[in-house]
């Protein structure tokens, strides 16, 4: 028997106003608010049935089925905001909106489930609109609901909108009478995000354990961020991958947009699965860098920046007095030489935290090769005025004595005072100390290290002819250089000719003779 429950409004508030709010979204919005009410009614199992039907420019008829339980009493349908069901962030729909949003700019509607009916009509001598109830109505399946609207873009072709949802596998969603394909997520990931739920009078927004899934795109597909299998907006990221939020997803009043900062956390949480994906120059993009930064992995942001800019890099240090150690790392170690003022925000931050400066790589690298040089430990004057030449106690020892211990020391005194006065007229201010050894070293005819060391090689004969010649001075003016530069690149020829000069000078006026001759 039917009965009117209401006369004068299909809602229970004005209309108005929520319907020019519903006017101004486009109509695939509208309509999936039917869909997602039929997903929460069956679950993960059933079937559902979509037909979109133009009838003019003008209007449309849309009906939705779905084989879930149905509804068991229809009569509050037409109150806003009301729901018999306990809200959850598993469930897509809000509030019952969704069919209600639709009947706003409805121009008559009809919904069956179970054994009831509600139509929504008007008064043929007034024009008022109705809202009849029939509980004894022809038995239906789960719900139908079907309307007819008025909207602009009832000529649109929906059939590529509801093609791309996502839905589970157990779900046979019909468009137009066309089952849309199921399609499997190429990787799955477990994921704490911001959910919402409305409970106790009031939305609560908690951050939940979920699980996210990667969808390959098809090739004219835009990367989106779905809620539960269903489209919401882009997301800004240039792998090739929808993803789909395996709970409710805070959206604005219209949900076509994802609410502020939650894509950021989103991409965060795909970041470790989709960065061996990336090339080194998508690796770059802002995006990645701001989440690695907020991520409390080490060992991934150390693989973003690896990844980004290489493993042999340094960050710029600027350069004070005669060090440059940009330079240095570039040229001694081969690093990369990242700025980082011409990084974006997140890669700013990696870079300060992670990277090490040029400063420390220039030196770590010249003490990784002073060791590398350096076979045997280096012995300072004092050391070698020790050696027993009648008893050496090992190779070191042993060199000296072949040479002539009185060689050994006298080279490296000379070395020593001509050094020292190269550097005072360096560096007259605050000259450093010159330390002058011998060791045996690998490859190398001497060393210059930053603490001032110069280390000669005994193993090689012309370093310690009597008197010196040419090729002894060139070893001393190059090892100097080093006090300016510690890298072989421009600076450090320029370091040289006025090294040169100085060690010239130095010879000049100290008037200073090595052996017999004087020094050439």
Same mark, same amino acid.
């Not at 509980?135 to 139908?144: E, H, L, M, N, Y």
């Not at 700025?339 to 990277?355: M, N």
């Given at each position: ?90 469930? *897509?729909?809000?509030?019952?909106? #969704? ?14 489930? *179970? ?194 800019? #290489? ?18 790392? *570039? ?37 990784? *090769? ?56 360096? &560096? ?63 600076? &450090? ?21 090595? #052996? ?5």
């Amino acid at each position: 028997m039917t009965q009117i429950l209401s006369r004068g409004e299909w809602l229970n508030v004005s209309t108005e106003g929520f319907a020019e709010q519903q006017r101004g979204r486009p109509i695939e919005h509208l309509v999936k608010e039917l869909v997602q009410n039929a997903l929460d009614a069956i679950g993960n199992d059933g079937d559902i049935w979509l037909s979109v039907e133009p009838i003019d420019d003008r209007h449309v008829r849309i009906t939705c089925q779905d084989s879930g339980p149905g509804a068991e009493d229809l009569r509050n349908l037409n109150v806003v905001f009301l729901t018999t069901k306990k809200d959850s962030v598993l469930q *897509r729909g809000r509030m019952g909106r #969704g069919f209600k949003e639709l009947l706003s700019i409805a121009e008559h509607a009809t919904v069956h489930s *179970r054994y009831q009916s509600l139509s929504f009509t008007r008064d043929p001598a007034t024009n008022e609109q109705l809202v009849e109830f029939d509980g004894d109505a022809v038995g239906q399946i789960g719900f139908r609901a079907m309307l007819v609207i008025a909207h602009d873009d009832a000529q649109n072709d929906l059939g590529p909108y509801f093609s791309s949802f996502l839905l589970p596998a157990g779900v046979s969603f019909y468009y137009n009478g066309k089952r849309i394909a199921s399609r499997a997520p190429a990787h799955s990931i477990s994921a704490r995000l911001t959910t919402e739920r409305f409970a106790n009078s009031r939305w609560e927004k908690p951050t939940l354990a979920t699980t996210v899934e990667l969808f390959a795109c098809e090739p004219d597909d835009t990367p989106t961020i779905f809620e539960m299998g269903i489209p919401v907006c882009p997301i800004d990221w240039p792998v090739r991958f929808h993803v789909n939020v395996l709970q409710r997803i805070p959206m604005n009043p219209n949900r076509d947009a994802v609410a502020s900062g939650y894509a950021e956390r989103l991409r965060r949480a795909c970041l470790p699965t989709l960065l061996p994906l990336l090339t080194p120059d998508e690796t770059r993009e802002s995006w990645v860098g701001d989440a690695a930064a907020k991520t409390k992995d080490p060992e991934l942001q150390r693989k973003v920046v690896e990844q980004a800019f #290489g493993t042999n890099i340094a960050r710029s240090t600027p350069s004070f007095g005669r060090f440059d150690h940009d330079q240095d790392a *570039r040229e001694e170690a081969g690093a990369t030489i990242l700025d980082t003022k011409q990084l974006t925000g997140g890669f700013k931050r990696l870079v300060a935290d992670i990277v090490p400066s040029s400063k420390t790589l220039a030196a770590e690298t010249r003490a990784f *090769r002073e060791t590398e040089v350096v076979s045997l430990p280096a012995y300072s004057l004092a050391q070698l005025a020790a050696i027993d030449p009648k008893a050496p106690a090992n190779d070191i020892e042993k060199a000296v004595v072949r040479i002539g211990r009185d060689i050994v020391l006298e080279t490296l005194t000379f070395c020593e005072m001509i050094g020292q006065k190269v550097l005072n007229g360096l &560096f007259p201010k605050d000259p450093p100390k010159l330390k002058v050894a011998a060791s045996i070293l690998r490859e190398a005819e001497a060393t210059y290290s930053a603490d001032h060391r110069m280390t000669f090689n005994l193993s090689i004969a012309k370093l310690w002819k009597r008197p010196a010649d040419s090729y002894f001075l060139l070893v001393l003016i190059h090892e100097l250089a080093h006090s300016q530069a510690m890298h072989h690149g421009d600076s &450090f020829t320029r370091a040289l000719e006025r090294i040169a000069a100085e060690t010239a000078l130095s010879l000049y006026h100290a008037g200073v003779s090595h #052996g017999k001759k004087a020094v050439t």
